[in-house]
């Protein structure tokens, strides 16, 4: 009886029979719910004998009911084996140290499981760079998957990256094959042979795993036209043009992941190489499960090696891609396969690319690496994130992979000249600087706009817009400087340096400055420029007055730029040394003598007519006395300052007046709360917060006056509003990089009642 019924209708009979639900009987059994499914669908006519086993078990089937159950299963399985020729397209085996993709996993499980719309198949599309692991992920999952595919999984490599990829004709005749169709009956055409092979896969449940796809024209025909055949695709390239298909793109693994990887690969060796050791390794691996694999297979096949041994080897950056070669697995050749596939002028884009010095850039840089039109840049760069040999944004910006940047720079080292490669730097390098110092300018008083915008450099029409083109290039210009400092472009260098100092007022709290002004006062002293060495180095003192401040750092630099500055008689920078003398005296407490050296300075700023200068010169003083104490003597001393800012005929440059007057009423604000004159201060704090807020100037300044207003506010009792500004204070702080700071004004924020 049992014979004539498939084993899915058995299966369906046992399970009421026991009054179990399939949740039920795969908890019992261990089977997952939806392969019973599967199998009671007639989706899996022949399970496995350990699966049949433990689902008999769990039905508690006994003597001649379970032998019928059993055989029916095996019958099945016969059945499934001999429906079509065995080897043709089977699927890879999979390694068995496989590791992460969890959530990728899911999302296959998923599109097995998706429905999809009236003729229309179900389509993945597999896409990631090279190296990422794309076929070893997709056999992986395939087999994952299996149990759910009644009438099997085929794999068929579609040589996309070959110099011949597979024929759409030639792959369907393969794939007819495998489906069991004999060599007189596949049709001689592409369109027959592509008509039958989505009728079979419309009344089968098969999965058709296309790995390598070279184009959408190869992959096309291949494609199941609906019903309960699915497909996966894996490919270097996009496939763009490719419509209704489900898309997955693999990137790097995370570093876990990657150390997991490496862990399974080297197995029982792993532990006696440290863990510091190979959470190096997949550093450098850079999250490639193809390099993490060779580094593996390296350091098993070598037992005398240690992992960290291969590490130093690697953190050489001129011979790292040889070492990513284990047997016939080598890193270059995955990279080189999809380079052979560019064009002429696209090759040449990417390996020019080599010397953009930051770790991305956008179409203009890349225009000017290229020398091509900016235009021509596009379209090259489309072609290589086309093929994974770039990553794109959603900002426009671009970047490499870290070992495919190794090999960009390789095959510029190969087919460029050392002439053509020095001219491509020169190019770079110069372009970047003469950018950097023309949007730095932007802030400079009487700068601003140029007269005579130069044709080679992007227009840069507002200062928003200098603003952002520094800041996102930041490593791109500041790399660009050290190359010139390098080579011994001098001139280039200091003028660069000099144009950010307005800038660095804006960005106080970026990383670069110290490096920016040094450069420039090494330039300034190669060049003999006495005035311009000593005006570095007093930036270089302010770099380290701005909190976490290094007083001791900033009476070094200011004594080293007094001496040159001493010797060209240059005024303003002998003052500048003693103003920031002051700067350190006061934050190492010792007030009187602050005092001191900044009316030195106020004098001799006022001797060379600096009104700018002296202004500051005289807020220092008025901040010692507000330091020690002297509240009310402050407070005359800030009023009469705000005065000078607020007067048009005071001589005081506007931009200048208008820095300094939210610095004068925060000072204000907090000499007012010393005095208990709380609404007072509490009106005035917020007025130089907003002003800030206006001049975009983020930095340690706002956020000690946030954080004072939020104190006073509390005092107040006006609970939500210092919670508010607490909030704000405590996220300045950390955007500055002052965590203990934020967490201060978190700990101090009123309760929430």
């Given amino acids: 009886m049992t014979g004539r019924r498939g084993f899915g209708e058995v299966l369906r009979t046992h399970r009421r029979a026991a009054r179990l639900t399939l949740e039920e009987l795969a908890e019992a059994s261990g089977v997952s719910a939806r392969a019973l499914s599967d199998m009671e669908r007639g989706r899996s006519r022949g399970p496995q004998q350990r699966t049949v086993t433990a689902l008999a078990d769990a039905l508690a089937l006994k003597a001649d009911v379970r032998k019928q159950f059993m055989e029916l299963a095996r019958e099945g399985r016969l059945r499934d084996h001999w429906t079509r020729p065995t080897g043709l397209c089977e699927l890879p085996r999979s390694v068995d ?18 429905e999809s719309s009236p003729g229309v198949g179900m389509v993945g599309l597999i896409t990631g760079s090279a190296g990422m ?66 009728s079979l896969l419309r009344d089968r449940r098969v999965l058709v795993v296309l790995d390598n796809a070279a184009s959408e024209e190869q992959v096309r025909p291949l494609l199941p036209g609906g019903g309960a055949g699915r497909a996966l ?28 990887l490496l862990t399974g690969i080297l197995g029982e060796r792993s532990a006696a190489d440290g863990e510091a050791a190979l959470t190096r390794l997949c550093e450098l691996c850079g999250g490639l499960p193809l390099a993490l694999r060779i580094i593996g297979n390296r350091l098993v096949s070598r037992p005398g090696w240690g992992a960290a ?44 690319l080599a010397v953009v010095p930051g770790e991305d850039f956008d179409a203009g840089l890349a225009a000017v690496a290229g020398g091509v039109p ?58 970047l600087l003469r950018m950097a110092t023309l949007s730095g300018r932007w802030f400079e008083p009487g700068h601003g706009r140029p007269d005579r915008p130069d044709p080679d450099l992007h227009a840069v029409t507002s200062p928003e817009e200098a603003d952002w083109w520094l800041r996102v290039n930041a490593d791109n210009w500041l790399g660009a400087m050290r190359a010139a400092a390098n080579n011994d472009r001098h001139i280039l260098v200091l003028d660069c340096a000099e144009s950010m100092h307005w800038f660095s007022e804006r960005w106080a709290h970026s990383p670069h400055w110290q490096e920016v002004f040094t450069h420039g006062a090494q330039a300034a002293a190669a060049l003999g420029d006495l005035t311009q060495q000593a005006t570095q180095l007093n930036y270089l003192a302010w770099v380290h007055s701005v909190p976490p401040s290094e007083p001791e750092a900033v009476l070094r630099h200011a004594a080293q730029a007094l001496e040159p500055a001493t010797r060209a008689g240059a005024t303003a920078q002998i003052a500048w040394a003693h103003e920031y003398t002051a700067s350190a005296l006061l934050l190492l407490g010792r007030l009187d003598e602050a005092i001191a050296s900044s009316s030195r300075a ?45 007067d048009p005929g005071s001589g005081m440059t506007p931009i200048v007046a208008a820095h300094c007057r939210p ?47 939020a104190a006073l506010l509390a005092g107040e009792g006006r609970t939500d509003e210092s919670r508010r500004a ?20 978190h700990a101090r924020a009123p309760a929430t009642p």
């Fill in 374 to 431: 900016e235009e021509d840049a596009w379209e090259a760069l489309d072609d290589l994130v086309d093929l994974g040999l770039l990553n794109d944004s959603d900002a426009g910006r671009y970047r490499f992979h870290d070992l495919v940047r190794l090999f960009a720079r390789d095959r510029l080292q190969e087919e460029d000249t050392a002439a053509e490669r020095e001219a491509l730097t020169g190019r770079v390098t110069s372009w």
């Fill in 602 to 646: 106020a004098h001799l700023f006022k001797t060379i007519g600096d009104i700018d200068s002296s202004v500051q010169s005289h807020a220092h003083i008025a901040n010692c006395l507000l330091d020690g104490g002297r509240y009310a003597e402050a407070l005359e001393q800030y009023v009469g300052l705000l005065a000078l800012l607020d």
């Fill in 97 to 114: 140290d496989f590791t992460g993709r969890a959530a990728e996993l899911v999302w296959v499980s998923e599109l097995v499981y998706a």
């Fill in 309 to 352: 041994e291969l590490a130093a080897r690697l953190a050489n950056e001129e011979r790292r891609l040889d070492q990513f070669k284990a047997g016939d697995l080598k890193i270059a050749n995955a990279f080189g396969m999809s380079y052979e596939q560019l064009a002429d002028s696209a090759r040449r884009m990417f390996r020019r």
């Fill in 133 to 198: 692991g794309k076929t070893a992920f997709a056999v992986r999952a395939a087999h994952a998957v299996r149990p759910s595919f009644a009438d099997g999984v085929l794999f068929l490599d579609l040589l996309g990256m070959s110099q011949q990829p597979l024929a759409a004709a030639d792959a369907l005749r393969v794939l007819l094959r495998a489906l069991g169709v004999t060599d007189d009956r596949i049709p001689g055409d592409t369109q027959g042979r592509a008509s039958l092979y989505r």
């Fill in 663 to 709: 610095v004068a009423l925060i000072r204000i604000g907090s000499c007012l709360g010393h005095l208990d004159r709380r609404a007072e201060a509490i009106a005035t704090l917020t007025e130089g917060i907003d002003l800030l807020d206006t001049l975009q100037m983020s930095d340690y300044r706002q956020a000690g006056a946030l954080e004072t207003l």
């Fill in 726 to 745: 607490y909030a704000r204070a405590a996220q300045v702080f950390e955007a500055i990089g002052d965590t203990e700071a934020g967490s201060r004004c």
């Fill in 233 to 260: 695709i894996t490919t270097r390239r996009l496939l763009s043009g490719l419509e209704g298909v489900r898309r997955l793109v693999l990137g790097p693994l995370p570093l876990p992941e990657s150390t997991h």
